[in-house]
């Protein structure tokens, strides 16, 4: 039986949509044939299945209200506007009928009471609508000036960005600790949607409180509930934001603390609070340091990467957010110079490119000049010794070069120091002295020459 | 690679001829109804052929579970070696420097710490015990290192330290499998796993992940810590040993000759082939690559694990013991296997639970030679993955499965023999280095005595969260789907430490 129940409960859905059907039917009917009033018998027709279907719909309404778990609260007023409006169709029958026991309201003309009816059905199927979509379904779509209009609450995530030049000159509560509000609290306590009573959109709704009393204590964040609720753990009952809403992160908490320490100020800059800027640094815009040119290519075809591949030469974009590619020889050792050619499909991609352990000779170095975009090159564990090395001064974004392991000579290293982008080099076992010229040093450029030792120490052989 | 050419060409041949009933069901426009129409009137393989529409064809992860396969973000680092003191070494005389704690040597531990607190093994009021190190300030950084560790204070400058980690777990065992799957549960997949399942490895001979242990014993959590939980176990780590065969049983056995072996492999891979011409079925592509790839492994792991082809100043630098099994070993292994590429290399060193009961976990002495044991090794990696170029792409973590207490352990309410100190899960130390890494940084801080933090407290989730968002991942979206709902190393926790990061 419960399972009848339950199962018919969950037709509920399916099944208002015949009254409604029924009754949109009557209605329309009604409006086409109000001059010629032909039709007087079919109208009754269809409000009575309406009326009809419209109880199985309120029997099937109340089986699903009491089989998942609605709250009544949640519901009562879809229950009570379907069952009116069900009863409203009996009504509607009879009354197109001129039934005699309803003098009274025979009296009232067809039309207005079928404009209370769509009014009436339009309002019940509308509260089913929010129970099962949720309240902002409709609306949720239009464009934030509509919303305005309508006086529905807008919501948009504002970007906290401070510049290392003026960071300091920034107002602290307009353009940091407000936009941290307005993107974790102000979508539920603002004039629109006021929960617990609090406002936090503007200064006075911050300094009012909310229900349980003052949310700021001065200059003091672990007795302010502002901060305290937030700094809670997320599972806490009494944490905010709800655990299922966006979060602010741990930088923003820290610094509505610190806003709180140094007495909440609503009309000074960063610099006038004398907060550290270690509090801020997440709000930089971050340098990424990637391993490929700011540069816009094309996708390589996937054919040339398959082609390259079955050649046993490891190829891969470096991320999915980039078509540069990562090419590496390490499961082809026998790679030479004249292999270079299966490359040219993707020479506008290459960044990376490890030709480490491979049987390259100097002769690659023209053919390496080729590839516009390469930014870290490996050439370790090779034969080479640098002749033509200067044929990569055409690269201009190479920033990373690795000739450790090989036969690298001193005479070249000077055409190294005229790479435009160049940020490292690793000259571990080479022919190349240590030599601290300073050249490479004045362009920036971080020269490891290793041979790095972890000299003996007394105590390395105590055993207490 | 010329076999799996093959094989996908092969693949693309047959695949028409041998589609399966559900490949059928599934391309056939017209369902059951064409389902029965087509067994009416000629049988179904010969009515797939004409009424497949769709060229379905496998990816490379369905012929070879290792393939590579790009970050979704641009990654820091490719490789990780993460090493792992297991019994959870006392940062209190490594990096944690506390001279109150000196100050207050022997007195009662307060009654507020002890409120509620459950121990391992401390009864009763403790004694406060200072630190048994001396601590000095290195480098341009000036980070706090102790004289146990002499040689890694000059490479202080190199790594960043997170210095008021923080687990909720204080036995072995779980810590050690929540700070490696997330969980202190059994069942899910390592850091290592997880790596290695979605970004692949790049060398085809040899294992993604690899696993390397010392110090006499295997951690307390066992194989799980390196398991693949519900990822598909190929991604699970592969215990090598420094000491013997590097995998057991990778030596052909007596009387069998490389030749023999090839042919057998061969024979199989034939039956195989013959298989898959029947049912098309991938699985049976990936087992063939799997028997090849086990094939050059037999060459090349023995290769990269053999420490002696080192020249001498190198093994001098590491300190290394060829034939023995030591950490030194390992750590020299770690980088050999990274510069082969290798994704995930993963070191337990046991022996550094210092309760105080025996002399070697004694804090004053055996936690010494402990700290000697790793000294020069961990010094001797750093350099040299630097001098290598490789330290800009491999990330090393460095760390145990909790921290130990201020005070020193009272095991049975009683003055013990040795000085020890108890499992202490509110705040220990572990350090990053390598690419991404701010180099010199510190983040996080501990209370006077370092009992609990007091400021950038991260959990071990956190520390997971950017381990993997220095591989290229975002720690929320990256999920394997498991029992009906979408599984991350983090669960719903962790933030990326960006204090730490470049």
Same mark, same amino acid.
């Given at each position: ?159 906290? !960005? ?13 353009? !940091? ?45 672990? /007795? ?64 990424? /340091? ?7 290519? =094309? ?38 110079? =004249? ?92 022919? !190349? ?13 971080? !020269? ?17 | ?142 980070? #706090? ?204 060193? #046991? ?46 973590? #460095? ?31 572990? #350090? ?71």
């Amino acid at each position: 039986m419960e399972v009848l129940t339950q199962l018919l409960g969950r037709l509920h859905p399916v099944v208002v949509h015949l009254p409604i059907g029924f009754i949109i039917a009557g209605l329309l009917l009604h409006w086409t044939d109000r001059k010629q009033q032909q039709l007087g018998k079919v109208i009754p027709v269809l409000f009575y299945w309406g009326g009809l279907s419209g109880a199985l719909a309120c029997v099937s309404g109340y089986f699903q209200y009491l089989g998942e778990g609605y709250l009544y609260d949640t519901i009562k007023w879809h229950l009570w506007m379907g069952i009116a409006t069900t009863l409203f169709c009996f009504l509607m029958m009879y009354r197109f009928k001129e039934a005699s026991f309803l003098k009274p309201i025979n009296k009232i003309p067809p039309t207005a009471l079928t404009v209370l009816f769509f009014v009436l059905i339009s309002i019940t199927g509308h509260l089913g609508g929010n129970i099962t979509h949720g309240k902002n379904f409709l609306t949720e779509p239009l464009p934030n000036s509509v919303k305005n209009f309508l006086g529905l609450p807008t919501y948009e995530k504002k970007q906290i !960005v401070l510049h290392e030049e003026d960071w300091q000159d920034a107002q602290l509560y307009d353009e !940091v600790i407000q936009p941290i509000l307005t993107n974790s609290c102000v979508s539920c306590h603002s004039d629109k949607k006021m929960k617990g009573e609090l406002q936090l959109h503007t200064i006075e709704g911050i300094l009012k409180g909310g229900e349980s009393g003052l949310v700021l204590e001065a200059s003091n964040a672990d /007795e302010s509930d502002l901060f305290v609720r937030m700094n809670l753990p997320r599972d806490h009952e009494d944490h905010m934001p709800p655990k299922d809403k966006s979060q602010p992160s741990k930088a923003e908490v820290e610094l509505i603390k610190q806003w709180i320490n140094v007495g909440h100020p609503f009309d000074q800059t960063i610099g006038e609070s004398g907060l550290d800027k270690d509090y801020f640094l997440a709000f930089f815009p971050k340098k990424i /340091e990637v391993n490929y040119p700011d540069v816009q290519v =094309s996708q390589a075809h996937p054919d040339s990467i398959q082609a390259i591949k079955q050649f046993g030469i490891h190829v891969e974009p470096i991320s999915k957010v980039t078509p540069y590619l990562r090419v590496s020889c390490i499961n082809q050792p026998n790679f030479t110079d =004249s292999d270079f050619k299966v490359l040219s499909a993707i020479s506008a991609q290459t960044a990376i490119l490890d030709l480490g352990g491979t049987q390259v000779s100097d002769s690659i170095f023209g053919r390496l000049g080729q590839l516009p975009q390469l930014t870290v090159l490996a050439l370790d564990h090779t034969q080479i010794t640098g002749e033509g090395i200067d044929q990569l001064q055409s690269l201009q974004h190479l920033k990373s070069i690795n000739l450790s392991h090989s036969n690298f000579e001193e005479s070249h290293l000077s055409a190294l120091s005229e790479l435009k982008s160049l940020q490292k080099l690793y000259l571990y076992q080479t022919n !190349v002295q240590q030599n601290n010229d300073g050249t490479f040093q004045e362009k920036g450029i971080q !020269v490891d020459y290793g041979n790095y030792e972890v000299p003996f120490l007394p105590t390395d052989s105590i055993v207490y | 690679m010329d076999n799996l050419e093959a094989l996908i060409k092969e693949h693309l041949n047959k695949e028409a001829q041998s589609k399966t009933r559900r490949h059928f069901i599934k391309s056939c426009s017209s369902g059951l109804g064409g389902l029965a129409l087509g067994s009416m009137l000629m049988g179904c393989e010969s009515f797939s052929k004409t009424g497949s529409s769709s060229n379905r064809s496998f990816s490379e992860r369905d012929l070879n579970p290792l393939a590579t396969i790009p970050p979704p973000f641009s990654p820091k680092v490719k490789s990780v070696i993460y090493l792992h003191m297991a019994g959870a070494p006392s940062q209190l005389e490594m990096f944690d420097y506390k001279p109150k704690l000196l100050k207050l040597h022997g007195q009662d531990c307060p009654q507020s710490l002890l409120e509620g607190r459950k121990f391992a093994f401390i009864k009763g009021t403790p004694k406060l015990m200072g630190p048994q190190a001396e601590f000095v300030q290195e480098g341009e950084s000036g980070n #706090w290192v102790s004289n146990f560790l002499p040689h890694f204070k000059n490479v202080v400058d190199e790594v960043a330290f997170l210095k008021a980690v923080h687990t909720d777990q204080f036995n072995h065992g779980p810590a050690q499998l929540f700070m490696h799957t997330g969980s202190a549960r059994l069942g899910r997949p390592s850091i290592g796993a997880w790596a290695t399942y979605g970004l692949g490895s790049e060398n085809q001979n040899l294992p993604g992940f690899v696993v390397l242990t010392s110090g006499g014993k295997t951690p307390d959590a066992g194989k799980s810590v390196w398991g693949s939980g519900f990822l598909p176990s190929v991604y699970q780590g592969v215990q090598c040993r420094s000491k013997g065969d590097p995998v057991l049983y990778i030596e052909d056995p007596e009387g069998i000759s490389r030749n023999l072996k090839k042919s057998t492999i061969d024979a199989i891979n034939k039956i195989n082939k013959e298989e898959y011409a029947k049912y098309g079925d991938p699985e049976i592509l990936a087992r063939i690559n799997q028997y090849e790839m086990a094939y050059r492994m037999q060459i090349a792991v023995p290769e990269v694990m053999n420490i002696n082809d080192e020249p001498e100043n190198i093994r001098r630098m590491y300190g290394v013991e060829p034939g023995k099994e030591s950490f030194a070993n390992n750590c020299l292994l770690a980088r050999k296997l990274v510069e082969e590429g290798v994704r995930f290399v993963q070191l337990f060193d #046991w022996g550094w639970d210092s309760h105080g009961v025996v002399k070697s976990g004694s804090i004053d002495m055996g936690l010494r030679n402990k700290c000697t044991q790793i000294d020069r090794p961990i010094t001797a990696l750093i350099l040299d993955l630097k001098q290598r170029g490789l330290l800009d792409e491999t990330l090393i973590v #460095w760390g145990g499965e909790f921290g130990r207490t201020p005070m020193q352990e009272n095991r049975g309410n009683k003055k013990m023999q040795f000085k020890g100190r108890d499992h202490h899960g509110d705040a220990f130390t572990m #350090w990053m280095c390598g690419g991404g890494i701010k180099k010199g940084a510190s983040h996080g801080q501990t209370d006077d005595i370092g009992f609990s933090g007091v400021e950038g407290r991260v959990s071990v989730h956190d520390v997971h969260a950017t381990i993997l968002h220095l591989l290229g991942f975002d720690h929320e979206q990256f999920t394997f789907e498991f029992q009906g709902r979408p599984f991350r190393l983090t669960d719903v926790e962790g933030s990326v430490i960006h204090e730490i990061l470049a």
